[in-house]
Structures are given as structure tokens and as C-alpha cells.
């Protein structure tokens, strides 16, 4: 099977962490600015950042219907932290949660912690949390895969994953690796 080829929300954030890490896995990882560039993607990141900024990015570059779009296809979605947010009810609407942002508190108070994720087998993930969201509110078909004292961090919900924290900045690559077990299983569906 070819390489998928996977989009990047290269608006704002670390996007490029996430690039090398897809990279890695064997993806052919895309970074997606316009609407033109989320043509014949087989999944899409949207990585880390500043939430206000990446929504003003998108609205700029009428990315939200064609985002909307591209998930009503059944592409598979992963948010990391800010990218959570841009899932949520409240933004783009493409998952049945709402997040609630630098839930955590201000950048003082990031941290890292080990967790366990359901579905990610061997040692717990080192998961690093900064200005991080956490789940507030979720649909009934929003499964809850590792929580922080009790908070919602990583849940997924059919092909959409979403996490409050930076496996890219860790040297984690088994949460991109599930997603794109995800991505290859569609084309494998498709093709």
C-alpha cells in the first residue's frame, strides 16, 4: 500500500514536530494552509498552539467548511491540545465535546506526567501538558481513553482522536502510529 498522505494544520503551533513524526511512520505527511491543500488527504493533524490564533488562521483562509468537509468524507481527525479545542462544539464542531481551555492553568503550571492510554500497549505514555484543555463535556459516543484527576485528556470518537497534550514533544510516536493504523484502515476500505 502507498504511503498515506496526511495533512497538517500548518497554520500556527509545532506543526513541524508532528511533520517529522508522520514522516517516521511512514506517512507522506502535507502541510495545509489553503483549502487546495487538504485535496486527496487520507487524514489530517491538527497539532498544538494558541487556539484564538489558529481560529482567526482558519477563518482567514476560509478553511472551516472545507475542514467540515474533508471530516464529512470520514477522514480521520487527530487534535493535539489547541487542536482538541478546534474539534470541540464551540469551533469547528467536528466532535461531540466541548473543551475547556487552559484548564490545567496559565504556562506556569505545564507539566509532564506518565499515563496510561487505552489502546496504547507497553509503558505509559510520557504525556506533556501545556496551557492544556481538558474534556468538559462530551456526547455518549465520546470514548475516554486516559484522564488527569479525573478530566478527560485523550478520547476518541469513531476515526477522531483528541488529546490535551504533546506526544511530538516527547519522542512519542504510539498515538500518531494509532492514528494512523486509523488512516491506513479507511484506505484499505476505500481503495
Given at each position: 500500500?502507498?504511503?498515506?498522505?496526511?495533512?497538517?494544520?500548518?497554520?500556527?503551533?509545532?506543526?513541524?514536530?508532528?511533520?517529522?513524526v508522520?514522516r517516521?511512520?511512514?506517512?507522506?505527511?502535507?502541510?495545509v494552509?489553503?483549502?487546495?491543500?487538504?485535496?486527496?488527504?487520507d487524514g489530517?493533524?491538527i497539532p498544538?498552539?494558541?487556539?484564538?490564533?489558529?481560529?482567526?488562521?482558519?477563518?482567514r483562509?476560509?478553511?472551516?467548511?472545507?475542514?467540515?468537509?474533508?471530516?464529512g468524507?470520514?477522514?480521520?481527525?487527530?487534535?493535539?491540545?489547541?487542536g482538541?479545542?478546534?474539534?470541540d462544539?464551540?469551533?469547528?464542531?467536528?466532535?461531540?465535546?466541548?473543551?475547556?481551555?487552559n484548564?490545567?492553568?496559565?504556562?506556569?503550571?505545564?507539566?509532564?506526567?506518565?499515563?496510561?492510554v487505552?489502546?496504547?500497549?507497553?509503558?505509559?505514555?510520557?504525556?506533556?501538558f501545556?496551557?492544556?484543555?481538558?474534556?468538559?463535556?462530551?456526547?455518549?459516543?465520546?470514548?475516554?481513553?486516559?484522564?488527569?484527576?479525573?478530566?478527560?485528556?485523550?478520547?476518541?470518537?469513531?476515526?477522531?482522536?483528541?488529546?490535551?497534550?504533546h506526544?511530538?514533544?516527547?519522542?512519542?510516536?504510539?498515538?500518531?502510529?494509532?492514528?494512523?493504523?486509523r488512516?491506513?484502515?479507511?484506505l484499505?476500505?476505500?481503495?
Amino acid at each position: 500500500m502507498a504511503e498515506p498522505v496526511v495533512g497538517v494544520l500548518a497554520l500556527q503551533g509545532d506543526f513541524a514536530a508532528h511533520v517529522r513524526v508522520l514522516r517516521q511512520l511512514g506517512a507522506a505527511p502535507r502541510e495545509v494552509r489553503t483549502p487546495a491543500d487538504l485535496e486527496g488527504l487520507d487524514g489530517l493533524v491538527i497539532p498544538g498552539g494558541e487556539s484564538t490564533t489558529m481560529t482567526l488562521g482558519i477563518a482567514r483562509e476560509r478553511l472551516a467548511e472545507p475542514l467540515r468537509e474533508l471530516a464529512g468524507r470520514g477522514t480521520p481527525l487527530f487534535g493535539t491540545c489547541a487542536g482538541l479545542i478546534m474539534l470541540d462544539r464551540d469551533h469547528l464542531g467536528l466532535m461531540d465535546l466541548r473543551a475547556e481551555r487552559n484548564a490545567f492553568g496559565r504556562q506556569v503550571r505545564s507539566f509532564e506526567v506518565d499515563l496510561d492510554v487505552l489502546g496504547i500497549d507497553g509503558p505509559p505514555v510520557r504525556a506533556i501538558f501545556i496551557r492544556a484543555p481538558w474534556v468538559a463535556e462530551r456526547g455518549a459516543d465520546v470514548e475516554v481513553l486516559a484522564e488527569v484527576d479525573g478530566h478527560p485528556v485523550a478520547v476518541r470518537q469513531a476515526d477522531r482522536l483528541a488529546i490535551s497534550f504533546h506526544p511530538e514533544l516527547s519522542g512519542e510516536t504510539r498515538l500518531h502510529a494509532c492514528f494512523l493504523e486509523r488512516v491506513r484502515a479507511r484506505l484499505s476500505q476505500t481503495r
